[in-house]
Each structure stands twice: as C-alpha cells, then as structure tokens.
C-alpha cells in the first residue's frame, strides 16, 4: 500500500525537525482515527493510538503500516480502510483541521481560548481561576 502521507519538507542529511516528524506522525495517525469514525470504530481505535503513540510517534519513518495493523486487529474492514486513507476527502479533513488549529496560532495540544484570546494557564489552579474570573463577569441576563 503506497503511503499517503505527505512529507512537510525534504529530508535533510540530519532528517527532519521535530515539528516535521510530529506533523508526519499527526497526520497519518489523524488518517487512521479518521477512517475508523467511517467505521464506528472510532473509540477503540482511538485508544489504541493514544495507549501506542510512543511506538510510532516522533519518527520521520512510514508508520502506515502499523496503523493499518491496529486496524486489522480491530477488525475493521481493510479495503474500506486503505480507500479512506488513500481518498482525498480524508487528507482534505486533515488539512482543514491543521488550518484550524493554526489560524489562532494554535502551537501544539493542548491549547486552550478563552473569551476570543489564547491562554496558558501554568496550572490546574490557575487554569479555574481564569475560568471562575471569566464567569463572574458575565452578566446574569447572560448566563
């Protein structure tokens, strides 16, 4: 099965940025979830992937194959698998959610607004007191 992940930018002799192999990794892995949502499988195959990331995130290699592996042992249906990840509606669902993610200078996850602005709460705590803060200034006819 030829791999329909595109590469962001040419190898190097050092390889790729680590933003490069994340956005590699992102993108066959956001392929994968995807087709199993076309299936029902999206749960379990989405907790396959999370409790696996370290097995094929961060690498510049083609993990295709480990992903279709996954879906396999999820019994999902291979030819409806390859057809989704080789279709064009997939990768098109993928690059608009990358452009969503990246016209709020969204940088990696998690990534949280509030208000229409960008924070970054350096703790649970201070996290819920922007939110409470953020609460107590709406008005009551609002809430």
Known sequence: M??????TKPRTPTGLSL???????????AAAV????QQGGFRDRHARMDGTQ????HTDEDRSP?????AEELGLDLAAVDAAVE???????????KADGMAPDVQGTPAFFLDGGKIQPSSGE???????TAISQVEPSAQ
């Open 87 to 97: 279709g064009p509606a997939t990768m098109e669902r993928i690059q608009k959610d």
């Open 126 to 132: 201070e996290f819920r007191r922007l939110i409470e």
């Open 19 to 29: 933003q490069d192999r994340i956005t590699i990794g992102l993108i066959a892995a």
């Open 2 to 7: 030829p791999t329909p992940f595109p590469r």
């Open 54 to 57: 370290a097995q094929w995130g």
């Open 34 to 37: 995807g087709t199993a949502v």
């Open 66 to 70: 480990v992903f279709r592996g996954y």
